[in-house]
Each structure stands twice: as structure tokens, then as C-alpha cells.
């Protein structure tokens, strides 16, 4: 009776842990959601990834007046703040980027005559927005019916994780049948072995046209390891610090994008926007 109750512990704790690995993803999923995002969304978003803005002390226990209307007041100060952030580090990265941003994304929506998956390598040194440049291609409406999956790869490097998001994510995204899309599956996705979750991989990717991002790749080894298992993905797009690691991911010239610092016009125009918005 007693190793009964172990056994039924383990499983408990395990569908414990597997549910809390669900919200974590989930969380993950809607920060980088392949749907267009208003300006209310990025505010919600944003105000989960940054530290909160400082606001007025009170003693431990003491409940200030007017609590509620103040705490309405400071959630939409702060909800403002960080969208003015948003925009104004979404505005440093694409300023003068126009012309990237189109091609890569005609890039992806144009058909690939050998019907494989189109690998798309952007890369540059640390400080250039990357991640803000290629988020900002991920959520554009014009790329219209591509369901989407983003992965940041994480230090030290884990391939199984990274794979389990992005099944997770296509899970989510694609909704094959809403009604069998449970959080049994979800469960079962968090608690499959790697063999396992490759196989469900690959099935997913096979239902959609699928457009998957894989950040911060930053070995030819890391991405060696992940590519066979992507093999039925549409579209792939690779961020990276290294231009031989961008070559590596994409064998193709016209698919590697370098991000470099902003050109002179580009940075004049972004001061003489910011000066014209303090003054107004």
C-alpha cells in the first residue's frame, strides 16, 4: 500500500509540474503571438516583461484613500509608459529598415520552387534589434495565413525544450479541432519523451503552412540538432550574432540579412522625430 501511495504522489506531482509548465508556455505564446497586436495588447504584454514603474510608498498594512481609483490611475499611467517604450524601442530598430522589412516579408510569402522549408538567416552584433526587427516581421498582418511558433533558445543550450515550445505553440496556434484541443494533449506534449515529442513535432507542421523563428541561435552545432526535426516547416527564421552561423543556417545568399547600426539619414530622421516630440 505504501509504494501504491508513491507511485500515486510521482504522478500527481508530475501533473502538477506539467500544468505549470502550461501556463508558463501559454504566457510565452501570447507575448509572441502571431496575430496583428493593438496598442493595448503591446501595453499588457510589455507591462509583464518590465519592471514595474515606481509609485507612491505606503506604510506596511496601511490601506491609502481612494485605494481603488488610485490603483486604476497608476495601472493606466503605467500602462502608458510602457507602451510609449515600446514604440519608442520599436522605432529605434526599424527606423530606416523599411526595405528589410518588406523583403524578408515577401520572402516568405513567396512560393519556393523545390517545396522545401525556406531557412531566412538575419543576423547582427549584440545592441542591433534583432529579436525587435524579426518580432515585428512575426506578428505582420501581411504575411497573412502562416500559423506561427517562436522559440528563444535558452543558456545553457537545450534542444528538448526548445522543441517542446514550439509544439506547444503550434498546438495552440493551429486548433486543429478546437474541441479535442485540451489541456490533456497540452499535458501529454509536456511530458513526452524526445522520440516522442519529435514525431509530434513533425505532425504538426505537416497540418499548416507553419512559420517558426528560433532566436539567439549561437552555435552551427545548436542549429545542426534542431534542423532535422523542422524538416516539414514552410519557413524558418534564424536570429543570430554571427554571420558564419547565418551562412551555415541559410545556404542561400539572397535568404541573409545583416542588421547593422542605423545609416546617417535614418538616425537623423529618428532625432528629429524624437526632438519634435518632446516639444509637442
Same mark, same amino acid.
Given at each position: 500500500?505504501?509504494?501504491?501511495?508513491?507511485?500515486?504522489?510521482?504522478i500527481?506531482?508530475?501533473?502538477?509540474?506539467?500544468?505549470?509548465?502550461?501556463?508558463?508556455?501559454?504566457?510565452? #505564446?501570447?507575448?509572441?503571438?502571431?496575430?496583428?497586436?493593438?496598442?493595448?495588447? !503591446?501595453?499588457?504584454?510589455?507591462?509583464? !516583461?518590465?519592471?514595474?514603474?515606481?509609485?507612491?510608498? #505606503?506604510?506596511? =498594512?496601511?490601506?491609502?484613500?481612494?485605494?481603488?481609483?488610485?490603483?486604476? #490611475?497608476?495601472?493606466?499611467?503605467?500602462?502608458?509608459?510602457?507602451?510609449?517604450?515600446?514604440?519608442?524601442?520599436?522605432?529605434?530598430?526599424?527606423?530606416?529598415?523599411?526595405?528589410?522589412?518588406?523583403?524578408?516579408?515577401?520572402?516568405?510569402?513567396?512560393? =519556393?520552387? !523545390?517545396?522545401?522549408?525556406?531557412?531566412?538567416?538575419?543576423?547582427?552584433?549584440?545592441?542591433?534589434?534583432?529579436?525587435?526587427?524579426?518580432?515585428?516581421i512575426?506578428?505582420?498582418?501581411?504575411?497573412?495565413?502562416?500559423?506561427?511558433?517562436?522559440?528563444?533558445?535558452?543558456?545553457?543550450? !537545450?534542444h528538448?525544450?526548445?522543441?517542446?515550445?514550439?509544439?506547444?505553440?503550434?498546438?495552440?496556434?493551429i486548433?486543429?479541432?478546437?474541441?479535442?484541443?485540451?489541456?490533456?494533449?497540452?499535458?501529454?506534449?509536456?511530458?513526452?519523451?524526445?522520440?516522442?515529442?519529435?514525431?509530434?513535432?513533425?505532425?504538426?507542421?505537416?497540418?499548416?503552412?507553419?512559420?517558426?523563428?528560433?532566436?539567439?541561435?549561437?552555435?552551427?552545432?545548436?542549429?545542426?540538432?534542431?534542423?532535422?526535426?523542422?524538416?516539414?516547416?514552410?519557413?524558418?527564421?534564424?536570429?543570430?550574432?554571427?554571420?558564419?552561423?547565418?551562412? #551555415?543556417?541559410?545556404?542561400v545568399?539572397?535568404?541573409?540579412?545583416?542588421?547593422?547600426?542605423?545609416k546617417?539619414?535614418?538616425?537623423?530622421?529618428?532625432?528629429?522625430?524624437?526632438?519634435?516630440?518632446?516639444?509637442?
Amino acid at each position: 500500500m505504501g509504494s501504491l501511495s508513491v507511485v500515486m504522489f510521482e504522478i500527481n506531482e508530475e501533473a502538477m509540474d506539467a500544468d505549470a509548465e502550461m501556463e508558463k508556455l501559454k504566457a510565452m #505564446h501570447e507575448s509572441c503571438s502571431a496575430e496583428p497586436i493593438s496598442d493595448s495588447n !503591446n501595453a499588457t504584454t510589455t507591462e509583464k !516583461n518590465m519592471a514595474m514603474l515606481p509609485g507612491e510608498i #505606503h506604510e506596511e =498594512d496601511e490601506e491609502p484613500k481612494n485605494a481603488g481609483e488610485e490603483k486604476v #490611475h497608476n495601472s493606466t499611467a503605467r500602462k502608458k509608459a510602457n507602451r510609449d517604450r515600446t514604440l519608442a524601442l520599436a522605432d529605434e530598430v526599424l527606423c530606416g529598415r523599411e526595405k528589410e522589412t518588406f523583403d524578408i516579408i515577401k520572402l516568405v510569402g513567396q512560393p =519556393d520552387n !523545390n517545396q522545401g522549408c525556406k531557412v531566412i538567416s538575419v543576423w547582427g552584433t549584440d545592441g542591433t534589434g534583432k529579436t525587435t526587427f524579426v518580432r515585428h516581421i512575426y506578428q505582420s498582418p501581411q504575411l497573412g495565413g502562416w500559423k506561427r511558433a517562436w522559440a528563444t533558445a535558452s543558456r545553457p543550450f !537545450n534542444h528538448e525544450v526548445l522543441l517542446r515550445t514550439l509544439a506547444l505553440q503550434l498546438l495552440y496556434t493551429i486548433q486543429e479541432d478546437p474541441a479535442e484541443s485540451t489541456r490533456e494533449q497540452q499535458k501529454s506534449i509536456s511530458v513526452m519523451k524526445l522520440k516522442e515529442l519529435k514525431e509530434e513535432l513533425a505532425r504538426l507542421l505537416k497540418l499548416q503552412r507553419c512559420l517558426i523563428v528560433l532566436d539567439d541561435i549561437s552555435s552551427a552545432l545548436e542549429w545542426d540538432v534542431i534542423k532535422s526535426c523542422l524538416d516539414n516547416a514552410g519557413r524558418i527564421i534564424v536570429t543570430t550574432r554571427e554571420e558564419n552561423i547565418a551562412r #551555415h543556417c541559410s545556404r542561400v545568399y539572397k535568404n541573409i540579412y545583416s542588421l547593422d547600426g542605423l545609416k546617417d539619414d535614418a538616425a537623423l530622421d529618428l532625432f528629429i522625430k524624437k526632438v519634435l516630440q518632446e516639444q509637442y
